[in-house]
């Protein structure tokens, strides 16, 4: 081993070269932003781009800035396009410069908050402390930041099944339950849900899809229904989901029947809020929510809504017994000490899947004190009322039609040109939408409804202005009567 061998590490040979380069990314990564709407929405990445990534493992070190050099070549110019002003695919936040910048802070302190006695637990438990002033649970509930909605309800749903399934489910295992359990929630359920259910062994036919009402909500009368015949044959129902922000529309369930219905059945009462528990946030929305405080379980997405760069979900328990019952395990390695860094009275480990665990805390955290909780609201109110604004766009053309009620800020719409028959629409919807996107105009997505493909528009954007929804009308038309003639 040679002398510098034996004393290298990973820090840069020239600290100040790498300060000047970490000014540099900084000054790009703001102007980046800053400029984000003069650029297109999305762009394909180009042939040649995409060969580079087919290089092999790099062995040896390469220069900092030439590494950054090709990040600004091959990587920046072409992100998924959820930072734009016109980006309402799936459902996205936009993030933040203050996220990334605490994103970097986060990464610099590296700490890991599976366990330990520092800083960032505090951090996390604070920010656990406002997710539950945000929806109303009581300040003894706990919960856990996990990677985001599909997480936070496979952790919800795990300890409803541990809880309700009766005996030592850890021990025994879903095998020796001499009952089959079930698991309510509408036909607008988010795909992760099910998933949840399978992991939980339960299986997918477990989860009863219950038809819905014509504003895409739970239909209640229906539910009760499937319930009862559920215990006549045998089942256990263990747990009903609730969605206040459904993913195709943004239905809105009523949270306070479903309760009733909860306890009416002593099942868990679970809400997949990934889309709409942030929004009790907004003064506007608020009231559509009631409800929510009385949920065993709540999911909450902060990198939708409240635009935390991702990764960012959380998961509130009532119980907080019932939560570390469900996935405490402490071997030796993993014990507290009664002080040093092996201290401290919650390590979050003992509350979720990982043992290792980012300080994406502090993003979120950083981005509260920021902001504040009002205006982070009126960020939610304003795309809600964008989304009624583009509504009536769409209602005052000739050319457009909804499709669905607009709940929430989803708007689902198509291109109509008259007597075309529904084979023809779909495809001219899906070739508008491919367009707009290939243009780089707007990134709406898709669904459909009752066999209709609509031009789906998800606004949890605080970039998008109200101009951007008339731009988006006036070019769904455009293309079509370019795509139709
Ligand atoms: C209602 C709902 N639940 C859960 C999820 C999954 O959340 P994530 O993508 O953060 O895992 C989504 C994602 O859009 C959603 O809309």
């Not at 009368?221 to 922000?245: H, M, R």
Request: aromatic letters at 8%.
């Amino acid at each position: 081993m040679s002398n510098e061998e034996y004393y290298e590490t990973l820090d840069p040979e020239d600290w100040d070269e790498m300060r000047g380069l970490a000014h540099q990314m900084v000054d790009d990564a703001v102007e980046y932003l800053k400029t984000v709407g003069d650029r297109p929405v999305w762009q394909a990445v180009p042939e040649a781009v995409k060969e580079t990534f087919k290089s092999g493992l790099p062995e040896q070190p390469g220069d900092a800035t030439a590494v950054y050099e090709e990040f600004l070549t091959n990587i920046f110019p072409y992100p998924l396009g959820n930072i734009h002003p016109r980006f309402w695919a799936w459902y996205m936040g936009n993030g933040t410069i203050m996220g990334a910048l605490a994103e970097f802070m986060a990464a610099t302190m590296n700490p890991n908050i599976g366990g330990g006695n520092h800083v960032a637990g505090l951090v996390e438990a604070q920010v656990l402390n406002w997710m539950k002033e945000v929806v109303g649970l009581p300040t003894d509930a706990s919960g856990l930041l996990v990677s985001g909605g599909s997480m936070a309800n496979l952790v919800g749903l795990t300890i409803a099944r541990n809880t309700l399934a009766g005996g030592d489910l850890r021990k025994n295992g879903v095998q020796s339950l001499d009952r089959k359990l079930t698991v309510y929630a509408s036909t607008e359920v988010h795909s992760c849900n099910q998933k949840a259910v399978e992991l939980l062994g339960l299986g997918s036919d477990s989860l009863r899809k219950i038809e819905i009402n014509d504003d895409y909500t739970i239909n209640l009368q229906k539910l009760e229904s499937k319930i009862v015949e559920d215990i006549q044959s045998g089942y256990q129902p263990i747990c009903i989901i609730a969605t206040p922000g459904t993913v195709n529309t943004g239905a809105i369930d009523d949270l306070n029947a479903i309760a009733d219905l909860c306890l009416k059945f002593n099942t868990w009462f679970h809400v997949d809020g990934a889309i709409g528990a942030i929004a009790m946030l907004s003064d506007t929305v608020r009231p559509l929510l009631t409800g929510i405080e009385r949920a065993d379980s709540i999911a909450l997405d902060l990198h939708k809504w409240m635009h935390v760069p991702f990764e960012a979900g959380c998961v509130l328990v009532r119980d907080e017994k019932a939560h570390r019952d469900s996935f405490s395990l402490t071997p030796e390695y993993l014990e507290k000490t009664e002080g040093g860094l092996a201290s401290g009275p919650v390590w979050f480990s003992e509350y979720g899947v990982q043992l290792s665990r980012s300080f994406r805390a502090l993003k979120i955290w950083m981005m509260m004190k920021e902001h504040g909780s009002k205006k982070l609201g009126r960020m939610i109110s304003r795309n809600v009322d964008q989304a009624q604004y583009l509504g009536r766009l769409i209602e005052k053309s000739a050319h457009l039609e909804l499709i669905a009620p607009i709940g929430l800020d989803i708007v689902c719409y198509r291109y109509n040109p008259g007597e075309t028959d529904l084979p023809t629409l779909n495809h001219l919807n899906r070739s508008i939408l491919i367009e707009l996107q290939e243009q780089g105009i707007a990134a709406p997505s898709y669904t459909t409804l009752n066999d209709r493909y609509c031009i789906r528009v998800a606004i949890a954007n605080h970039r998008s202005r109200y101009e951007d929804f008339d731009l988006l009308i006036e070019q769904t038309i455009r293309i079509g009567q370019s795509i139709s003639a």
